[in-house]
């Protein structure tokens, strides 16, 4: 297995393949359904995890999760009544979390759309055998002995005599429904099992992707890394295919008049997530950004490429605009802060970047702790409802806590606004640096009444009751007992770890 070539970290010789230039224009992208069903939680995750706030410099992180054991005395935090009351949270009426309607129209066809450039099924002479990803041995064994016994559920079993349309369409159920560890352990039951082809391609790969983003949603980062290694090296010559051996007659007439091209069999998502996780998985940092820059410079060519249709080609500059973004916070995780700097002021403003692009690089700055530069993102679109995040927070990083509350309640109060559970732990947040833990403690439970239990507001609630009480551990498992009444909305992780409860 070859490395993939290291990318220098300290001094960029020359411009990265997403930096701006005059022929292309950046816009955000979040192509696949993963990246749909966590986005909303990213802010949250980023800027509101209380483990995360122990000083105002947003990029700085503990070494450690532990903590000072807590006397049994009570101090200025303890709450004058009773701790274990949990009367301002309501459990509602579940709905089932197994049983949804034969007619729920889940038959497997996302499987088969995960990139809208990927080519179609490939013949079989081409000798494109995946049996190497269909092994027993690649795939690790999966337990819920993490997950607190409220929130467990039976695995799936695969049904053999079921064809692999039904099978499919039950991932997609359970996808939809945010059970992400019970997708991951059924995704690898079908990929292990006699309803693939070692040249169904599209459905290979859709499966694998499937498998690992489910790992590491579900917290089993290490394991997806592990099982990522299986890809071996993705620039390899196998993973490339002559373009006009799978377009149809008219397409090649039309190429004769361009270049050739090879094309990557590789949905994009998986692409960019084997990346990060291989990086992991070898133990190697730089892997991360020099992969990057590989596929960055194949999204460039692809942009530049005659014979590239405007719809292809916006795909594209989404793709590369991303990519740049990913490059920065891969910098941020190996603590390069000034080489994170240097290629986030690479990534010019453009006319075409919307909204939640310019927050991902304000964030970006938050983290590496220009304060400055994040709050020149938005300098010419202030009114916009991502812009008005950012004041907040920038409160938050320079320790102004009041005024953070009081900008926070602001957008709270606005019932306009679609983020609403986002607003409110974070006001939740700076309620508690503020010293006021029962007005923080009643507005978490608020919003998990709301059924808005993601999983930075439960760490942050199980924190709270930490500081408020010394039967913690009852109120943790009563808070989990409630979140897995809750009727599904598929919008987070139903098979939620220990970790996010703090037990």
């Known amino acids: 297995m070859e490395d993939s070539p290291d990318a220098p970290t300290r001094q960029i010789r020359s411009p990265p393949p997403w930096a701006e230039s005059d022929s292309l224009s950046r816009l955000t992208s979040f192509p696949d359904f993963f990246d749909r069903q966590v986005q909303p939680l990213r802010l949250s995750l980023l800027a509101t995890r209380i483990r995360n706030m122990a000083s105002p410099a947003l990029h700085q992180r503990n070494a450690s999760r532990s903590s000072r054991p807590r006397s049994s005395t009570r101090g200025p935090l303890d709450v004058p009544e009773d701790p274990l009351s949990l009367s301002t949270l309501s459990i509602s009426p579940s709905v089932d979390k197994h049983e949804l309607s034969l007619n729920d129209g889940f038959s497997g066809p996302s499987f088969h759309e995960l990139d809208p450039l990927a080519p179609d099924d490939l013949p079989e002479t081409l000798g494109k055998d995946l049996s190497f990803l269909l092994r027993h041995n690649i795939f690790h064994p999966l337990s819920q002995v993490d997950i607190p016994s409220p929130l467990r559920s039976e695995f799936v079993v695969l049904n053999p005599?079921?064809?692999?349309?039904?099978?499919?369409?039950?991932?997609?159920r359970l996808l939809s429904e945010g059970r992400f560890l019970v997708a991951a352990h059924f995704a690898s039951?079908?990929?292990t099992s006699s309803l693939?082809?070692?040249?169904?391609?599209?459905?290979?790969?859709?499966?694998?992707?499937t498998r690992l983003a489910?790992?590491?949603?579900?917290?089993?980062?290490?394991?997806?890394?592990?099982?990522?290694?299986?890809?071996e090296d993705l620039n390899s010559t196998f993973y490339y295919i002559d373009s006009s051996l799978n377009d149809t007659e008219a397409d090649i007439q039309h190429?004769?008049?361009?270049?050739n091209f090879s094309r990557h069999i590789v949905p994009w998502p998986l692409r960019v997530l084997a990346v990060r996780l291989q990086s992991i998985g070898f133990g190697d940092s730089r892997r991360s950004i020099g992969g990057l820059y590989e596929i960055g410079l194949e999204a460039r060519g692809h942009i530049t490429r005659n014979g590239c249709s405007e719809s292809e080609r916006k795909i594209w500059r989404e793709r590369l605009a991303d990519l740049g973004i990913r490059s920065v916070n891969a910098l941020v995780e190996m603590g390069d802060l000034d080489a994170a700097k240097r290629s986030l002021e690479a990534l010019r403003a453009s006319d075409e970047d919307t909204e939640a692009m310019k927050l991902r690089k304000a964030l970006l700055y938050l983290r590496i702790g220009d304060l400055d530069a994040a709050e020149r993102v938005f300098r010419n679109s202030r009114e916009s409802k991502e812009a008005a995040l950012l004041k907040p927070l920038l409160s938050m990083s320079e320790g102004r806590y009041q005024d953070?509350?009081?900008?926070?309640?602001?957008?709270?109060?606005?019932?306009?606004?679609?983020?609403?559970?986002?607003?409110g732990q974070n006001l939740a947040v700076c309620l508690l640096y503020s010293g006021r833990l029962d007005e923080a403690r009643l507005l978490l439970e608020a919003q998990v009444s709301a059924h808005q239990s993601f999983g930075s507001l439960i760490f942050n609630l199980s924190t709270v009751y930490e500081l408020c009480s010394d039967?913690?551990?009852?109120?943790?498992?009563q808070l989990a007992a409630i979140i897995a009444e809750q009727p599904v909305s598929g919008q987070t992780n139903l098979d939620r770890p220990n970790t996010d409860f703090k037990l």
Do not use: M
Request: glycine share 8%.
């Open 161 to 172: 005599g079921e064809p692999l349309s039904s099978s499919l369409g039950l991932l997609e």
């Open 189 to 191: 039951s079908i990929l």
């Open 196 to 209: 693939i082809s070692p040249t169904d391609v599209r459905v290979i790969f859709s499966l694998f992707y």
């Open 214 to 231: 489910c790992l590491e949603l579900s917290g089993n980062t290490v394991l997806a890394a592990q099982e990522s290694k299986a890809l």
């Open 255 to 259: 190429e004769k008049a361009h270049e």
């Open 404 to 423: 953070a509350v009081t900008e926070w309640r602001a957008l709270h109060e606005d019932t306009q606004r679609t983020d609403g559970a986002l607003v």
């Open 471 to 477: 039967s913690a551990g009852r109120l943790k498992g």
